[in-house]
């Protein structure tokens, strides 16, 4: 049965992920943006919050196991306070939560207890292919076996943190299947490009990856012989994207709800015009009605329940609500929704992007 009671512990962490995007990610979002890199101190202080290490086993340093509903709570506040610094400080989880999920006894006692350190760990995963009509599932980078091990080669893109990672999470197609592969970044053939310059999130620095005859032994096949399942990987990455969506969606909702009730046009409030009224009242519709459909996916998975159709839902849904919402604040604003002194047009070029982004957030 559901419940929408949280525990103390997610209470206690959702009120300090909400201090942090608050006291913390609004104060540096427009100088992030701007300058395209978040401030040492800001990254430092969300990766001493400990999301990462809450989501490993304590026989692997950490002091947690892995929940989607957990993870949907405090990505929801992320997504609150600003979406660009929040994709990077999340990327090292694109490469450990698989391994916690997947991961042989080895790879995780090799791996996991180096994310529950004090310092930012700068591993990311490359999953997204320059391709037309993208599917994880009919990846063109292609993994070989060989004697020792496997030899990797394709293009990816969209691969956060390349030009500083340490290690990389390649997925790559081993006969017609999806499976992940722990690549070091001075593996021999491993080529980081030009970055990639998006409409949005201009704090989350994204590049161009090129693998050639990348040999790795067989000991770096996450998941060993028995490898990964991809769809499962996705539902994680699904309900993490539309949770982060409905934060950033919130934040655009909240703050145009502000301007409407303090903006005056013929005497009154503009909030007390009936369109204005109507498309904010719209717009709280569709976030709660986003965030159940997400909550209800977090909850099957969780309770090991095939969440695979909900996530899909959840985060199709959340894709088109997000530009619609942030659009939607844009309008409420009129003319200053277009102006920089405003975050609203900011919001509606983050939230164009989360169409783009499955795969590349990992909560």
Known sequence: MYSFSLTSEQKMLVDTVHRYAEQKLRKVYREAEESRTVPTSTLKQGWELGLLPGSIEADYGGFGEYSALTSALYLEELGWGDVGISLKL????????????????????????RFCDEAFVPATSAIVEPVYQFDPAELKTVAEKTADGFVINGDKTYVPLADQASLFLVYASEGGVTQAYIVPAETPGVTVGEPVHLMGAHAFPVFNVHFENVAIPKANRLGGLKGIRIQQLLTVSRISLAALAVGQARAAYEYALAYAKEREAFGEPIAHRQSIAFMLANMRIEI??????????AWKYDNQEDATRAAVLAVQYADKMVLEVTDAAVQVLGGHGY?????????????RGFAVWEGLVMG
């Not at 916690?100 to 996991?112: I, N, P, R, T, V």
Request: net charge neutral; aromatic share 10%.
């Open 90 to 113: 999340l990327t090292p989880n694109l490469f450990a939560i698989p391994v916690a999920l997947f991961g042989s006894k080895g790879q995780k006692e090799a791996y996991l207890a």
């Open 288 to 297: 709660d009605s986003t965030r159940l459909m997400l909550w209800e996916a």
């Open 339 to 351: 102006v920089r002194d405003h975050p609203v047009e900011l919001w509606l070029r983050n939230g």
